[in-house]
């Protein structure tokens, strides 16, 4: 095995961009290392609050469990009422649990349009046959 400060075949700024790669896998390592972490600097949350989050979810569940008891109690309310509550969980669960928050925009705008498209092709489903009339 050769040398790494030896230059290669691919010329001495194939190996000054290596180099340079290297230095900021040493950096990063060094601030792993030390517990600091700059990626989202003051973006994430605390486990408390992931906690918080998580018992705010199983309240909703708690929810719509209880709203699915009810259905001829609410007549009409009832399935627009379980889907801005599946809204609500799919956003929280999707921003937070998924870290979709803190990355690019990019990635929230595919969740969101897969959801759209669902929930279109899901309502066309169900106007197909007839379930609103």
Known sequence: MSDTSET???GE?????????????????DATVH?????????????????????????VTALE????YMV?????VFLPALIILMLVKFFSVVSYFMHL???N??????????????????TATLLTFKFFD
């Open 105 to 122: 925009r990019l990635f929230s705008l595919m969740f969101y349009m897969g959801l759209l498209l669902a929930v279109g092709v899901y």
């Open 65 to 68: 469990v209880a709203l699915s």
């Open 13 to 29: 700024g194939y190996d000054q961009a290596n180099e340079a790669v290297r230095h900021q896998v040493d950096e990063r390592e």
């Open 35 to 59: 517990g600091v972490h700059d990626d989202h600097p003051g973006d994430h949350w605390s486990d408390l609050k992931f906690v918080y989050l998580a018992l705010a979810l199983a309240l």
């Open 72 to 76: 001829d109690d609410l007549g009409p």
């Open 101 to 103: 928050k803190f990355d």
């Open 8 to 10: 290669t075949e691919l």
